[in-house]
């Protein structure tokens, strides 16, 4: 990245820099506030054409879906409110990741994401990449900066978990972006694939990453799987009601139980030859977890691997309908709405102080709902042991 793409390189440098320092001056002195912006998030639509099975928005046992999600998309933002926020978020120059449901459905989505690569900031979109075929010419044109695509193994695994013809989709989704960056010369957009692991695909792991190194991919995550139970739940709603007067609905599309099963022994094997197999990138497991608690994080998903959550204090997410928050899987805890105020007014508010402060002040730094959040499994602090 440093050789063909130095200025991505040192911009995503510099916001892991903006992370680090606010971690350890803003989070400890500043009171509730903080001074640095590094990553913002959109969860720009509700709707997906997709129907995965394990997803807490549209799955199984998914909060956003049907004719709840049809009625929630008729308050998506405007794109002139986001072109004006991008405007606004200049002064911080954060990095933008967008995200969905699947961003693509968004109305003018592709201006959305032109406007923001034209103001010289990073863009990341994730995507399920059963639209990458169609919009790939401009993706590539308009030097998107990176691609994360959801894949969970090969066509029948795959399209079992996420939906027939997913799969061949995402994979002709691949070979356009691919054929785009030689046509104009381009190492832009970096593509890579976001696995999420369930007892569905975890046996299959390592097939599924020695075939995809055809694709010239820039890395592969292994996402171990934001997962809860009933317990998790009721305590996460009991604490929310006591210290922030909130109720919560978003934990308990978690609650799947596709975690259940897998056997950590096998898998840790299964990971073993993953990452020896060497195919020219980065795979990255999330988290990063010693090998002999993996049957533990699975098995007890009350045991705490990562605490001390730091994103309150130099990340932030806008939700489709303008409602701003802290927590991407999370959004109930509101700090405020861009359609009725300017973000630095919300980023520094009141009810931002008030969430930093007790997630702070909370046992080990996090929430109850916390143990297996996404978002603490990246940027959390890491427990000895695990």
């Not at 990971?271 to 098995?299: Q, R």
């Not at 802290?326 to 109930?332: G, I, M």
Request: net charge positive.
């Amino acid at each position: 990245m440093l050789f063909h793409n130095p200025d991505f390189a040192l911009h995503t440098a510099y916001s892991f820099g903006k992370m680090y320092k606010s971690n350890i001056i803003d989070r400890n002195f500043y009171k509730g506030k903080t001074k640095e912006l590094a990553l913002v998030y959109f969860r720009i639509t509700p709707l997906c054409n997709l129907r995965c099975l394990m997803c807490n928005q549209r799955g199984v046992s998914g909060v956003l879906k049907g004719s709840y999600a049809a009625e929630e998309s008729k308050k998506l933002v405007p794109i002139e409110r986001y072109f004006k926020l991008v405007d606004e978020l200049k002064k911080d120059n954060p990095m933008y990741y967008i995200w969905g449901g699947e961003p693509f459905l968004y109305p003018n989505f592709m201006d959305f994401a032109e406007y923001i690569t034209q103001k010289g900031s990073m863009l990341s979109v994730n995507t399920n990449g059963t639209f990458l075929e169609k919009n790939a010419e401009r993706i590539v044109k308009n030097k998107w900066h990176a691609l994360f695509v959801s894949l969970d193994g090969f066509r029948d695994v795959n399209d079992k978990i996420r939906g027939d013809g997913s799969y061949d989709r995402v994979i002709a989704g691949f070979k356009a972006i691919n054929e785009m960056k030689k046509k104009y010369k381009s190492h832009l957009p970096y593509m890579g694939i976001v696995t999420t692991v369930s007892n569905m695909n975890y046996m299959y792991l390592d097939q599924l990453t020695a075939a995809m190194k055809e694709f010239n991919l820039a890395w592969h995550i292994i996402n171990l799987g934001t997962y809860t139970n009933d317990t998790i739940i009721a305590k996460q709603r009991a604490y929310m009601k006591e210290h922030l007067d909130c109720d919560i609905r978003c934990l308990e599309g978690f609650n799947t139980g596709f975690n259940e099963g897998i056997d950590g022994h096998k898998f840790s094997e299964i990971l073993k030859k993953v990452h020896a197999l060497k195919p020219g990138y980065p795979i990255i497991t999330v988290p990063a977890l010693n090998p002999d608690k993996t049957t533990e994080y699975y098995a007890d998903l009350e045991k705490i691997v990562r605490h001390e959550c730091r994103v309150p204090w130099c990340q932030v997410n806008f939700d489709y309908n303008g409602n701003v928050h802290f927590c991407a899987d999370y959004p109930d805890y509101i700090i405020g709405n861009i359609m009725e105020s300017d973000f630095y007014t919300i980023w520094n508010g009141e009810r931002a102080q008030k969430f930093r402060n007790e997630l702070k002040n909370a046992p080990e730094g996090i929430f109850p709902g916390c143990v297996r959040c996404y978002q603490n499994m990246l940027f959390g602090k890491k427990v000895k042991g695990y």
